[in-house]
């Protein structure tokens, strides 16, 4: 089992930046991928950026590329997000995913077994 707890959410205006950090427990550093989902009322959970655990490669959603930094800390077990450039349409609530050890697509919300609390983040236009 892991356990993953998000932090660093908040209210921001437009164009502000916010940095969100997933801390995780358990068993961890077995995993294939690690990712950051969002999901906001009546819409389906979506990806947002994600990486592939031992080297680090990163993944992310096409509205989102060139805003937003995934990275990894492997010695402290922790998933960050960087958030720049915010606009009001990035407002949801923001899960931290982890996988299994098998190869999977970063990218699929299927592929994630392991889900943190979530982290409000509200960005005010």
């Known amino acids: 089992q892991v356990q993953l707890v998000e932090s660093g959410g908040g209210l921001v205006q437009t164009g502000d930046s916010l940095r969100l950090s997933c801390a995780a427990s358990?068993?961890?550093?077995?995993?294939?991928?690690m990712g950051w989902f969002r999901q906001v009322p009546g819409k389906e959970r979506e990806f947002v950026a994600g990486?592939?655990?031992?080297?680090?490669?990163?993944y992310y959603a096409d509205d989102v590329r060139g805003r937003f930094a995934v990275s990894r800390d492997k010695d402290k077990n922790r998933l960050s997000l960087q958030m720049n450039t915010l606009k009001p349409e990035d407002s949801a609530v923001y899960y931290c995913?982890?996988?299994?050890?098998?190869?999977?697509?970063?990218?699929?919300?299927?592929?994630?077994?392991?889900w943190g609390q979530g982290t409000q983040v509200l960005v005010s236009s």
């Open positions: 995913a982890a996988s299994d050890p098998d190869q999977v697509p970063v990218t699929d919300r299927g592929s994630y077994v392991y």
């Open positions: 990486l592939i655990w031992t080297d680090g490669l990163p």
């Open positions: 358990g068993r961890t550093g077995r995993n294939y991928a």
